[in-house]
């Protein structure tokens, strides 16, 4: 099997649904600049919700569906030699399968999905990191979310961590990928967009700081959690 094919959503169903509030599908998306730790972030939480009777699905972005873990691999790939718009306009032909394979019959079933990465990481990386928020391309990314996403998260967790300590953070791993590889100035730019954002869209966005350690930061994750969605 290849790592696109397990790292396909697979949804995860308790025997005993003992929370309400878990027959609502919602939608949680979390985000951050590299190094931020949402990996280990979205597990915990998606403990948090196992112990309480949720049913939930994982999943990410750029990929999620078979069609759109292809188009993951050319995005992440270093070799891959494409302008800024042909990068974008995969992002969303990924994104719409996304959505409709996976995202959508998952929240009609009830079900959580829990995203690593959607729509905010598109501002934020190719509206901020590429362009330094350049109202055009900002134009244009809107203009593309409100054609194609049917359906936003309810609650987005912006994991914030200092560029520096995240890079360091994500320097540690094996080989960088295409836009692991940017230098510091884009990913200045990638934390700008996503405080702007959170600024812009304060009842959505929650900023979460990302520092301390993991038990802390999870802890910080499942409040913002049970307040959003009056969890018990």
């Not at 094919?5 to 985000?31: D, W, Y």
């Not at 967790?157 to 540690?172: I, S, Y």
């Not at 966005?205 to 999870?218: K, L, W």
Request: proline content about 4%.
């Amino acid at each position: 099997m290849s790592a696109s094919q397990e790292a396909l959503p697979q949804i995860n169903s308790p025997k005993h649904v003992i929370n309400a509030a878990s027959t609502q599908g919602r939608f949680i998306s979390f985000e951050g600049t590299e190094g931020v730790g949402k990996t280990t972030a979205i597990e915990q939480l998606c403990t948090h919700l196992q112990d309480n009777g949720i049913e939930y699905l994982c999943t990410r972005e750029p990929g999620g569906s078979p069609f759109a873990e292809r188009l993951r691999e050319i995005l992440l790939d270093p070799a891959t030699n494409i302008n800024d718009d042909t990068e974008l306009l995969l992002l969303f032909a990924a994104r719409c399968d996304h959505i409709q394979q996976v995202i959508l019959p998952a929240l009609q079933a009830g079900t959580w999905v829990i995203c690593d990465r959607f729509t905010d990481s598109t501002i934020a990386y190719q509206g901020y990191g590429r362009a330094h928020g350049d109202e055009a391309v900002r134009a244009k990314i809107d203009a593309l979310i409100e054609q194609f996403v049917p359906q936003l998260p309810e609650l987005t967790l912006w994991l914030d961590l200092p560029v520096l300590e995240g890079m360091a953070r994500a320097n540690k791993r094996s080989a960088a990928d295409r836009f692991e590889q940017q230098a510091t100035e884009f990913f200045t730019w990638v934390h700008k967009g996503f405080d702007t954002l959170a600024t812009q869209y304060p009842e959505r966005m929650q900023r979460i700081d990302a520092s301390g350690t993991t038990d802390e930061v999870s802890t910080r994750i499942w409040q913002a959690v049970k307040e959003s969605f009056s969890l018990g």
